[in-house]
Each structure stands twice: as structure tokens, then as C-alpha cells.
């Protein structure tokens, strides 16, 4: 390939920053102790564990005995979810009603179905046009056996921001715990656990420039989940499994550097994500998805009439540009996705989706040369496309 | 990578894009609420069929498969188009994706419409074997059901 490769994915997942492998790599080699052993030889592991958590805590405004490391945002979404369920069910509620809404994630949502399976009743809110949950929604919802909320903090595919603080508030009122999946937030934007008034936050540490296989679930005190996972007792017995030492502290590392340049970051990708959002929501039957201002910095996302999601990524990856799309035939299933569907957009619109994310090592020439190569992929579908009329510019479809 | 060297080949470079002006068969299968509609342009000279060409709204796999029937078809007989399957296409592009494999169905399903199309044209009968499962619907797409 003959171009340079432009990464516009960092809601996918991000390279490891210098600063967290730098941390991370004396917990391969030199400190590997197993941090439950007694010797002092693994006390530099359980120190560091423990500075990693503190560090990680402060950056949400948590305490650090209100973290607790899993091996991603999917174990921590899945635990809080039947981890409440269990807690219930241990105070002798064995069903109860859970609110969520229809663009969680499938860690989210594939666990909430499970729970339905098992005899709880889950009501899906609705989003608007543009993504946002309406908080008067979720309070009209709750029933006397609301045992939980789960709202996320930003969603992964259109990058709207949720009204959390407000959900937490409604929450909090009511007496019902609130989770947030805020996988996409964490890092990204500022996150106060305390002033989003949220009992359980997760968040995982590749999504801001940690490794892969770490996350952790935030449980506000004195709040205690049944563990998910049983064994050695690890975590205070809530998790157990040797801790991955090296992933926290890559994780909570990546997570200060991002905490501390996030404001002047924010500016920039701000910047560059508008300057997308200018450049191709303009384009003939194309559209942003998503809020146009309550949106996470660096993700534009777009849908463009007459072209499918899937064949846009192959050609823009053959000119060097990593993205994503929402489209069917970019996962096994032949829906598009449920974010795009409970947008309110049609089938055929959705398959059309587009979703760029930038990140730390995006300069403004890679966004310039982005805004050069997609226009000219689309027309370039569109004119082999038989639901695109050239002459008059437009999709054959009437939805 | 997702797909064969083959796919990607006939996917960044498909052969015979685009449309004849007096064609003399033209099918569309698919839909768009699936996300993939094809639309195949037979010249046919005698029992030959001497030009194809297509359009495809759709996937990566979409596009070559399409890509790859109307080579496969082009200077064959009406006889011989008429036994292409989809498994041969797959089979061209070295394999699909199983969850792609309905790609290959369609493109063997619009050169079947455009071909019925021929026959329609001309006021004969359609043979049996050109018929498609939803021929009454205005896009078949019985890959997706």
C-alpha cells in the first residue's frame, strides 16, 4: 500500500501509550510477584496495584476502595448488571424491573436479555433523532420493583452524550441503583462519580490508551456486588483471579495523562471532528448521526444514502484511512446497527454508516486528506450503485 | 483480511460496471433494506449473450461476486448462463465468508431475472428454472428470508 495509514478508529480500541507501557513493562519482568504472595519480593506488584487503583479512583472522583479491576468494560457491564440482579435476589427479590435504554452496547444489552431469560422485566427507553435518552422518560419508567438503571455515559457509534447527572439525579431520588457503561466516556471526557450521582460506572483501559484486557467497575460505597467471578478471593473476594498487575497500571497511567491534557486535547479534536462534520455532513444525502453539539471530541459519525457501510470501509482502508461502520454486512448479521435503527433511521440510510474517530495522532493533514478521500469513495459507489440516479443527484428510494 | 486476494481483486477492480442503453434483458434482486440490490444488463445476439454488465448497492462481497457472474457469463450461451450457480461464483472468488455466501446467491439470482426478463421481452414463456422464489415481489431478496 502506497499511502500512509491513518487511524480514525480510536473508538475501536487505541495504541498503548508511551507513558503506560513504560509503567507496565517492570510488572512483566523484573516485579512479576504475584501480589497475594506474602514475601517481600511481591510487594512492589501489590504496591503498585494499589497506587494504580488510587490513581484511577482520584481521576473519577472515587475513592480508592470503590474500584475494583476487571478484564474489561464487557466483565465489568455484565457484573453490574447481574451483579445487582444477584444482590436482589439475595435479599430475596428474585425478579424485578431493570431500565435501560435501546442503544447500550451489546455488553450492556445482550446481558440484559439474559436476565429477562432468567424472569426480570427490562423496559428499553427510546432514544431521540439524535441519540439523547430523555431523563423524564426514565423517571415516567420506574415502577415500585425498579431494582436498577443502566444509562451509558456516551455511545460508541453515534458519540452522543447521555444527561447522566440528571439520570443520577432521578435515580438517586428514587432510591434505585444507576449504573453507567461509560467504556467511551472514561478519558475522554470529564467524569465525576459523584456529581453524576452513578452507584456503578465501567470503564475499560483500551478505549484512552491503556492495554487491552483491563477494566474496572466503580461501586460506590457501601455498595458490594456478589462477585461474578468465584475463586481465590482476589479484589476484597469480589474478583478474584491474580491481578493483572501490568494492565492496571498501564491503565491508570494512560488514564492521568488523559485526565491531565484532556482540556487542551479536547480543543483540538473538537476542532478536527467539526472541521469532519463540516466537510462531509454536507455532502448530498449524507447526514451526521448523533447530537451535533452533546458529542464525545473525536467521533463524527455519518450516514450517506446509496452506499453500503461495508464497501466504503474496504475502499477507504485500500487508501490507507481506518474507520468503522454500523452497517450489516460489516458484522455476521444482516440488521444494521440498533444504534442507527433507534435513530429513527431507515434500513437502507443505515447500512450507509460511516463512523470516524480521532484520536492523540490525528495532525490536521491526515483529517484534510480523510476529507478528500471519502467524498470521492461515495460518488464512486454511488455511480455503480442501482438505487443512485446520477443525473438527478439523488437515491432511486422513496423511504 | 475478511475476504480472498480474488474478492479483493474483483471488489477494488469489478469488471463490467455500468449499464446498456438498449439492453435486452435487465434483472434487479435484492433489497434495500437488507443492503443489497443488484441490477445485471444482458445483449444477447442469438442464443449468446454477447455484453453484461451490472450495478451493485452493497457489500465488499457484493460488488465481486457481481463482479465475477457477468465474467463468468459473458460469451456463454443463454444454456450455459442459465447453469451458473452461486456455489461456482463462490467458488471463482475462492470462497466467501459463510455469512457472505448469500451475496453469491443473488448475483446467481439477477443474471436468473435478467435473463427471465429476456424471455419476457420477447413474449415467450420463462423457463421453469428461471423463476425465483419471490418472483412476484418487485425485489427478490430471498437470500435474506
Not at chain 1, 42 to 71: D, H, M, V, W
Not at chain 1, 111 to 129: F, H, I, M, N, S
Not at chain 1, 223 to 245: D, H, Y
Not at chain 1, 293 to 317: C, I, K, N
Request: hydrophobic letters at 40%.
Amino acid at each position: 500500500m502506497s499511502h500512509p495509514m491513518i487511524y480514525a478508529d480510536h473508538a475501536a480500541t487505541t495504541a498503548v501509550t508511551d507513558t503506560a507501557l513504560n509503567a507496565m513493562l517492570p510488572h512483566f519482568t523484573a516485579a512479576y510477584g504475584n501480589p497475594s504472595s506474602l514475601y517481600r519480593f511481591a510487594q512492589e506488584g501489590k504496591t503498585a496495584l494499589e497506587q494504580a487503583r488510587a490513581q484511577l479512583a482520584s481521576c473519577l472522583n472515587a475513592r480508592p476502595e470503590e474500584i475494583y479491576f476487571t478484564s474489561g468494560g464487557t466483565e465489568a457491564d455484565n457484573w453490574a448488571l447481574r451483579g445487582v440482579a444477584e444482590l436482589m435476589a439475595l435479599k430475596g427479590k428474585s425478579t424485578g424491573h431493570i431500565i435501560t435504554t435501546a442503544i447500550e452496547h451489546h455488553a450492556v444489552l445482550h446481558t440484559a436479555q439474559y436476565l429477562e431469560k432468567k424472569g426480570y422485566e427490562v423496559t428499553y427507553l427510546p432514544v431521540d433523532r439524535d441519540g439523547l435518552v430523555d431523563p423524564a422518560a426514565v423517571e415516567q419508567a420506574i415502577r415500585p420493583d425498579t431494582i436498577l438503571i443502566s444509562v451509558m455515559a456516551a455511545n460508541n457509534e453515534i458519540g452522543t452524550i447521555q444527561p447522566i447527572q440528571e439520570i443520577g439525579a432521578i435515580a438517586r431520588a428514587n432510591k434505585i441503583l444507576f449504573h453507567t457503561d461509560a467504556v467511551q466516556a472514561v478519558g475522554h471526557i470529564p467524569v465525576d462519580v459523584e456529581e453524576w450521582q452513578v452507584d456503578l460506572l465501567s470503564l475499560s483501559g483500551h478505549k484512552f490508551g491503556g492495554p487491552k484486557g483491563i477494566g474496572a467497575l466503580y461501586m460506590k460505597k457501601p455498595l458490594r456486588l456478589p462477585p461474578l467471578i468465584q475463586g481465590g478471593g482476589q479484589e476484597k473476594g469480589r474478583r478474584s483471579g491474580t491481578e493483572n498487575v501490568p494492565g492496571a497500571v498501564g491503565m491508570a497511567a494512560a488514564l492521568q495523562e488523559a485526565a491531565e491534557g484532556m482540556e487542551a486535547e479536547n480543543v483540538r479534536l473538537a476542532a478536527l471532528r467539526d472541521k469532519l462534520i463540516d466537510g462531509l455532513s454536507v455532502l448530498p444525502y449524507a447526514r451526521l448521526t448523533g447530537h451535533p453539539t452533546r458529542r464525545l471530541p473525536g467521533t463524527a459519525s455519518f450516514v450517506f444514502e446509496g452506499v453500503e457501510g461495508e464497501a466504503l470501509l474496504l475502499h477507504l482502508d485500500a487508501k490507507g484511512i481506518c474507520a468503522s461502520s454500523g452497517s450489516a454486512c460489516s458484522s455476521a448479521s444482516l440488521d444494521p446497527s440498533h444504534v442507527l435503527l433507534s435513530i429513527g433511521l431507515p434500513h437502507a440510510i443505515a447500512h450507509g454508516s460511516l463512523r470516524l474517530s480521532l484520536g492523540a495522532k490525528n495532525p490536521e493533514e491526515e483529517v484534510d486528506y480523510i476529507l478528500e478521500q471519502v467524498p470521492a469513495v461515495v460518488s464512486y459507489l454511488r455511480e455503480m450503485s442501482p438505487v443512485w440516479d446520477k443525473e438527478a443527484g439523488k437515491p432511486t428510494w422513496e423511504l | 483480511m475478511l475476504y480472498s486476494d480474488k474478492v479483493m481483486d474483483h471488489f477494488e477492480h469489478p469488471r463490467n460496471v455500468g449499464e446498456i442503453a438498449e439492453a435486452d434483458g435487465v434483472g434487479q434482486v435484492g433489497n434495500p433494506k437488507c443492503g443489497d440490490i443488484m441490477k445485471m444488463y444482458l445483449k444477447i445476439d442469438g442464443d449468446v449473450i454477447t455484453d453484461v454488465k451490472f450495478k451493485t448497492f452493497g457489500c465488499g462481497s457484493a460488488i465481486a461476486t457481481s463482479s465475477m457472474a457477468t465474467e463468468m457469463i459473458k460469451g456463454k450461451t443463454i444454456a450455459e448462463a442459465m447453469t451458473l450457480t452461486n456455489a461456482a461464483v463462490a467458488e471463482a472468488l475462492d470462497g466467501l465468508p459463510a455469512h457472505k455466501m448469500h451475496c453469491s446467491v443473488l448475483a446467481e439470482e439477477a443474471i436468473k431475472a435478467a435473463l427471465a426478463d429476456y424471455y419476457r421481452r420477447k413474449g415467450e414463456e420463462v423457463p421453469a428454472e428461471l423463476r425465483l422464489p419471490c418472483e412476484e415481489e418487485e425485489h427478490c431478496c430471498s437470500a435474506c428470508h
